[in-house]
Nanobody, 120 residues
């Protein structure tokens, strides 16, 4: 069984920073892409940033230049460094990873979410 556990959310003033972490645990054979999504009240879940197993990174236009995604493959962990936060960044942030538990078993897993609130 595989679990993704996020941490690092909280309340911060506009212009501040937070660092989110998401650690994968369990019977893991390999991890492909690891992504961060967010969902604000009344809105659909959106992709914020992603990083491939090879380290290629991608970002939503709304966070480019402010957020940085990284991963530590030895720890099966993905991070999201969020700087210059804005009130519109307020949302529940979820990590997502494509994880193989064997050569033939590959699926996407989601974390439980962590709340980020940015006050103006």
């Amino acid at each position: 069984q595989v679990q993704l556990v996020e941490s690092g959310g909280g309340l911060v003033q506009a212009g501040g920073s937070l660092r989110l972490s998401c650690a994968a645990s369990g019977s893991i054979f390999s991890i492909n892409a690891m992504d961060w999504y967010r969902q604000a009240p009344g809105k659909e879940r959106e992709l914020v940033a992603g990083v491939t197993s090879g380290g290629r990174r991608s970002y939503a236009d709304s966070v480019k230049g402010r957020f940085t995604i990284s991963r530590d493959n030895a720890k099966n962990t993905v991070y999201l460094q969020m700087n210059n936060l804005k009130p519109e960044d307020t949302a529940v942030y979820y990590c997502n990873a494509e994880i193989a538990t064997s050569l033939l078993n590959l699926r996407v897993y989601w974390g439980q979410g962590t709340q980020v609130t940015v006050s103006s």
